[in-house]
């Protein structure tokens, strides 16, 4: 499950059980299908964001330092590249 938080107040904006993360050089390109509305609001706040990655035996946090954030309104496609990676044992 991946969750999209504000960075503070820990806000959630959107959750989705539908995503890819996927290593590029010492980044990671996270894609996710995502409703217009919602990608607007995100947007709203790309210098704030935290994305969880969640599962069964740990949780990984990323974030963009840079709000690398786009939205395709073709494909309703969101594409966050993190430059960072902190994994949790759960």
Do not use: C
């Amino acid at each position: 499950m991946l969750l999209i938080r504000h960075s503070i107040g820990s806000r959630l904006f959107y959750q989705t059980d539908e995503y890819d993360i996927h290593p590029k050089k010492d980044k990671w390109v996270i894609s996710i299908k995502i409703p217009e509305e919602d990608a607007k609001e995100i947007i709203k706040f790309k210098e704030e964001l935290n994305l969880f990655d969640v599962e069964e035996n740990q949780k990984t946090w990323y974030y963009s330092s840079d709000a690398n954030v786009e939205f395709s309104k073709e494909k309703y496609q969101m594409t966050i590249i993190a430059d960072h990676k902190t994994i949790y044992p759960v």
